[in-house]
């Protein structure tokens, strides 16, 4: 069966300090990545996906950055971290073809103070 | 714009009635729809979703939700509410064109004892 891993579960970060949140995927090949944020409890905004190694798109400008080192690893990065990153952040993965649902992490919760 | 739109920031129910979390969408052609429920400080747990068929789809825990075209809403239902369905579910929807699901913003279910 697949499962997904995210770590770390919180994380407290002063402004200015680099970012780096990590993803990884088991069971599965060649799945398609996803970074969401959500803020406030409410509404999940996505950040970055990713459909093969390398290949990374991002839907909104930021201070963010995403990698994709390896076919199942999907990690969210940062230079300098600033007050409105803090938020909490979801790793997802879903099958690279056909239309199904995607599968979440159990996220991190980021506080940059 | 194709979204999903979720009309009620929260819901409150008594234990053991019926509830209805109700979800619109606005996107052409044929959609496909989800249902994911969060609980606090954790990822999204996907509940069902409907991709083409029956309009009553049947998922975990008890929920379903019925997909209605003529009114583009895709309201999920659970028959007798429990106090441990208190969360928070969200609607989501896939589109042609895009990887990624867009998900609304959300609806606060409370049951109450």
């Known amino acids: 069966s697949q499962t997904i891993h995210q770590w770390p579960a919180t994380l407290v970060q002063p402004v200015g300090s680099p970012l780096s949140l990590e993803c990884t995927v088991e069971?599965?090949?060649?799945?398609?990545l996803y970074w969401y944020r959500q803020a406030a409890g409410r509404g999940l905004q996505l950040l970055f996906y990713?459909?093969?190694?390398?290949?990374i798109s991002s839907e909104v400008p930021q201070n963010l950055s995403a990698s994709r080192p390896q076919d199942r690893q999907f990690i969210l990065s940062s230079k300098k971290l600033l007050l409105s990153d803090s938020g909490f952040y979801l790793c997802?993965?879903?099958?690279?073809?056909?239309?199904?649902?995607?599968?979440f992490g159990q996220g991190t919760r980021l506080t940059v103070v | 714009a194709q979204s999903v739109a979720q009309p009620e920031d929260q819901v409150n129910v008594a234990e053991g009635n019926p509830l209805t979390v109700k979800c619109t969408y606005s996107?052409?052609?044929?959609?496909?729809l989800f249902w994911y429920v969060q609980y606090p400080n954790r990822g999204l747990q996907f509940l069902l979703k409907?991709?083409?068929?029956?309009?009553l789809v049947k998922g975990s825990y008890g929920f379903e939700a019925e997909f209605n075209k003529s009114q583009t809403s895709f309201h999920l239902k659970k028959p007798s509410a429990l106090v441990s369905d208190s969360a928070l579910y969200f609607c989501?929807?896939?589109?042609?064109?895009?990887?990624?699901?867009?998900f609304g913003s959300g609806t606060r279910l409370q049951v109450q004892p």
């Open positions: 997802a993965w879903s099958l690279g073809e056909g239309w199904t649902e995607a599968f």
């Open positions: 069971g599965t090949s060649n799945p398609n």
């Open positions: 990713s459909v093969g190694i390398g290949q």
């Open positions: 996107v052409s052609g044929n959609p496909y």
């Open positions: 409907y991709i083409t068929g029956d309009n």
């Open positions: 989501a929807v896939r589109y042609r064109g895009r990887r990624a699901l867009t």
